[in-house]
Every structure is written in C-alpha cells, then in structure tokens.
C-alpha cells in the first residue's frame, strides 16, 4: 500500500507522455528500419510499462521490498526466455549427427 | 497483489515467447499475415486504453482522498474506455472473421506461407482473446467496487480494493502495450 498521495498533475503529465509514446512508435513503425524496427517497438513498449509501473501503480512510491516482489515477476520472466532462447538460438551452431549410428 | 500480477507476468509472458520463437522461425508468413490487421483500429485502441488506465489512476486518486462521488464517477469512465475497447476489439474479430482468417477448417490465406500465416493468427486470436477476457474480469470487478464504494465501504483509512482493482487494469494495460507493437506494428515497413 502506498501511502503517499501522487498529484493529479503528475498523472495528466504520465499520460501525455504515453499518449506522445504511442504516436512515436506507430510512425516509426511506417519507416523500414529493417531489424531496427522491433528494437524501436519494444524499447518504446517498454519506456511505456516502466512509466505506468512507477507512476500510475505507485510503485516509484512504494517500499524496497515491492520493488523485489515486481523485480521478481520480470526477472523470473527473464530467465524464461533466457533459457529458452539459449535452446532455439543455438540450435544451428553445431552439425547434427543424422541418426542413431 | 504483486504476486498475483508476477503469476500473470508469467502467464502471458508464455505466451509472448511462443509468439517470438514462431516469429524467428516463420518471420515472412508473420510479415504478411501481420499486415492484415487493421493498424488505425490498433492504435484507437492503445490510445483508448491507456485513457481508461488514467481515469483509473484518478478513481485511485479519488479513493485516497475519500471522494465517494468521484471515485464512482472515475470507476463508471473507466468501464466505458473498457467496452469501446472490447466493442473494436469484437470489430476487428468479426472482421477478420469475415476474411476467413480465424484459424481453422474455414481459414483462407493468399500465398505459399498460408500455414505458417495460421499459426499467427493462432497467436493473435489467444493472445488478444486472453487479454480481452482479463478485461471482461477487471470490468466485472469494477462493477463490485461501484458498489461497495456506494455503499460507504471505504474511506481514506481503508481503499485497499479500490488501489488494487487500479494495479489489476494497470497490468492488463501493460499487456496490451506489448501486444499492440508486436502483433500490428513490427512488420508494417
């Protein structure tokens, strides 16, 4: 629970802000940037879900510890694809023996 | 709550890498099949979303301060941006269902790539579908809070529902923040 009560002025600002995000990427997803163009998308989803993270869920407010309870959720989040992709981006590295022999 | 959300972050986190592994392996049926979503409906929807995760944020505010009037008035805005959300989202299905696109017996797709097109369209139609139904819950949890908060249930002592009902729509926002570049917006160039 936070206790401290965030200015509504901060809230419109956030939400300006997003709103600005939102243009950003949707343009940029028209120029051909080539594999650029996931990098853009996701760096500005991710500015957008920190900036609602901190301000419209409090969490910029709150105590150390749910900093560790959210920090988990991603780092879990983390190792899954960590591990995952650690199988599917090195499938090709090595020559495959083509069977039981 | 945050544990609950970080279950969640898992949940849909699967999800998002299935998504990126098919992605890797059948990047130009996902290209093509990611051009036929409709882009302008995409963005209305982000924008309307993230307009209900402010009013919410205000009902919050509201609650904090002990504003029973405006906390309803904030919640009831809230759930109107939800339903516009849900109503294009149902356009957009029923569009797509027109199209023969929802995979199945019935889906039809141009092209040498058409079954690697459904398994996108596989990703779209659980993931957004998935997403709409934490929707419809956080709708219907709202609809309770209403009450309650007519009621006289809670004060500037006691709000903790009302802060978490506001943590619970946050994250279904956060998921759609990701789901809108990835599916609509990453192969449009």
């Not at chain 2, 944020?57 to 029973?68: C, D, E, N, S, T």
């Not at chain 2, 009902?165 to 946050?170: I, S, V």
């Amino acid at each position: 629970m936070s206790e401290h009560i965030v200015e509504k002025k901060i809230y419109y600002k956030v939400f300006g802000v997003l709103m600005a995000l939102l243009g950003a990427t949707v343009a940029i997803a028209y120029i051909h940037l080539g594999k650029l163009n996931v990098i853009a998308a996701l760096t500005i989803a991710v500015i957008k879900a920190v900036l609602i993270i901190l301000y419209f869920m409090h969490v910029r407010y709150s105590s150390r510890l749910l900093w560790i309870f959210v920090g988990a959720g991603f780092f879990w989040l983390g190792i899954l694809f960590a591990l995952a992709y650690s199988d599917f981006l090195t499938r090709g590295w090595l020559p495959l023996p083509t069977g039981w022999e | 709550m945050w544990i609950f959300l970080a279950t969640e972050v898992m949940f849909f986190g699967g999800m998002f890498l299935g998504y990126s592994v098919y992605r890797g392996w059948y990047t130009a049926a996902y290209g093509e099949a990611s051009r036929h979503l409709d882009i302008v409906l995409g963005a209305i929807n982000t924008g309307v979303l993230l307009c209900s995760s402010l009013t919410m944020a205000l009902a919050v505010h509201a609650a904090q301060l002990g504003g029973r009037r405006v906390v309803t008035l904030f919640l009831i805005a809230t759930i109107v941006l939800g339903s516009v959300f849900l109503g294009i989202k149902g356009f957009e299905y029923y569009h797509k269902y027109e199209e023969h696109l929802i995979p199945g017996p019935d889906f039809h797709f141009e092209g040498p790539n058409a079954g690697h097109a459904q398994i996108f369209f596989s990703f779209y139609f659980v993931m957004t579908g998935m997403h709409a139904l934490h929707m419809i819950i956080g709708i219907g949890i709202m609809l309770l809070m209403i009450r309650l908060t007519r009621r006289g249930r809670f004060s500037p002592e006691y709000y903790f529902p009302v802060e978490m009902t506001g943590l619970y729509w946050h994250f279904v926002d956060i998921v759609w923040v990701f789901l809108f570049p990835l599916l609509y917006l990453v192969d449009r160039s």
